[in-house]
């Protein structure tokens, strides 16, 4: 299996959280109607419609007149119910939007606390270093001392060594 980033991964488990939980499973699902004559619809009909003017809403066109092509319309409460419904998918899409912009902050948070505890990692690592490089330093300048030391008393015996 491929290795992944965990914080990619989490932020595609909350999207799929935030999509799932924006679903609305029990809602009611719409039959679809046809506006054909043929079809049986209970949709009552609105042939005799008119506008504010006092004329047909259908004046002009024969075919509607006679109520061939299109006679039957939904009902208030089918209407009201489809209103409802659209609302219900509009929050359900204002809701996922929210879920999707906390993911997204919760991912740039998270990237923030990796990118700090990254950076801290490398002052540790270069701090750690500077103190080998110290106490290298140091083990040298005693090296050095000692040596300078021991060739002192090598001097200092050689010339009383050797009149």
């Known amino acids: ?19 799932y939980a924006s679903c609305d499973f029990n809602s009611k699902v719409l039959t679809k109607r046809s506006l054909l004559l043929e079809d049986t619809s209970p949709w009552p009909s609105i042939n005799n419609v008119r506008l504010s003017n006092g004329s ?11 109520g061939q092509v299109l006679g039957y319309g939904p009902t208030q409460s089918e209407v009201i119910n489809a209103i ?24 740039l948070n998270q990237q923030r606390i990796a990118t700090e505890k990254q950076t801290q990692a490398v002052i540790l690592k270069q701090k750690s270093q500077a ?18 030391a021991e060739a002192a008393k090598l001097g200092h015996l050689a010339r009383h060594a050797h009149p």
Do not use: C, D, R
């Open 56 to 66: 047909p809403w259908n004046h002009g066109w024969p075919a509607w007149k006679t």
């Open 84 to 107: 409802s419904v659209a609302k219900q998918a509009s929050a359900n899409v204002l809701i996922a939007q929210q879920h999707l912009q906390a993911a997204k902050e919760n991912v």
């Open 131 to 148: 103190a080998v490089a110290h106490a290298a330093a140091h083990a040298t300048a005693v090296e050095v001392h000692k040596t300078e």
């Open 1 to 19: 299996m491929a290795n992944y980033n965990p914080v990619i991964l989490q932020f595609m488990l909350l999207f799929v959280l935030a999509v």
